[in-house]
């Protein structure tokens, strides 16, 4: 199997394409942002890393930071957290209310936005607000070994201007006492967590732990074997939203997507996979993104549905 061949196979295709899919208009940062960018990287089990298109052009990762908060806050809570968030997925928009109500004030899942807030809430624990995000993003440069790796400050403004949404669900889940601090100490911890910028190479780098077990690939370990089994798990069933049951049909890995553009795959033992392209279908997931990872799925046979 040729991966230099494949990915240059896949991003001549992504680049032809016409239907790329809408940018976020919500938030005006990433309104801004040319639909015409592909990037995809490949890190390999055995260390070996392949890139393409935009792969080195960075942007905000938006969810995806909710797989490298939900592992901090399982290190901090274990599986008390799970008193506080559920683990099924929501069938329902990332950013739905309706849902919230009718099982009161506790999120389906920690993917969606209100669950996010909630493993916000979690790593503020003990800290302010500048200190649980510089512990995430001292997390993220430990998983990629890239200390370059920061927030995008113009887009954590654009976030706090326009998330309105965001708010109501924090002031929602706070009435039922799900909230422990004030939702605006956990909101700007959310809001500059969604507003880490990264490029493919870095976040399929970040994503190595997942596909090692556990492991971090200097030799330390991360979380236990057991852990990254049920992170993956939860990215598979609730990591692209309502749509996250199509994704796992045709791409079979699991995933996580952000609003930015980009998703992050990782097939256990095998690969850890990012692809950006800034469009999204209508249920928020990256248009490019989800194809090319469907044409690599056919291509390597990676799938945690392969024999």
């Known amino acids: 199997m040729n991966l230099e061949t494949i990915i240059a196979g896949i991003v001549d295709e992504m680049r032809g394409a ?139 403004r654009s976030e706090e201007e326009t998330g309105e949404r965001n708010r109501a669900l924090a002031h929602f889940m706070k009435s039922y006492g799900v909230l422990l601090h004030a939702p605006e100490m956990v909101l700007g911890t959310y809001f500059h967590a969604c507003s880490i910028e990264m490029n493919c190479r870095q976040l399929a780098h970040a994503g190595r732990y997942l596909m090692l077990g556990g492991r971090h690939p200097d030799g330390g370990r991360v979380v236990p074997d057991r852990r990254a089994r049920r992170i993956l798990s939860l990215m598979l069933t609730c990591g ?30 095998k690969a850890s996979i990012a692809v950006w392209s800034p469009g999204l279908n209508a249920s928020g997931n990256s248009q490019l993104g989800g194809l090319a990872l469907e044409r690599l799925a056919e291509a390597t046979g990676w799938s945690v549905f392969s024999g």
């Open 240 to 269: 692209h939203y309502d749509a996250s049951g199509d994704f796992a049909f045709r791409v079979g890995m699991p995933g996580k997507s952000g609003v930015g553009g980009g998703i992050l795959a990782v097939v256990p033992g």
């Open 18 to 156: 016409t239907d790329r899919g809408t940018v976020a208009h919500y938030i005006p940062s990433l309104a801004k942002i040319d639909p015409a960018h592909f990037g995809i990287a490949i890190v390999t089990a055995d260390g070996e890393t392949f890139t393409g298109g935009d792969a080195e052009t960075g942007f905000s990762i938006q969810s995806i930071s909710k797989v490298f908060s939900l592992t901090l806050a399982l290190g901090k809570v274990g599986d008390r957290l799970w008193s506080r968030v559920g683990r099924e997925p929501s069938g329902n928009a990332f950013n739905s209310i309706v849902q919230l109500e009718a099982e009161k004030g506790i999120p389906r899942n920690p993917f969606i936005n209100a669950g996010a807030i909630v493993l916000a809430d979690v790593n503020l624990a003990g800290y302010r607000p500048r200190e649980a995000i510089g512990e995430l993003v001292q997390f993220v440069r430990y998983l990629t070994g890239d200390d370059g790796i920061a927030i995008d400050e113009t887009v954590a």
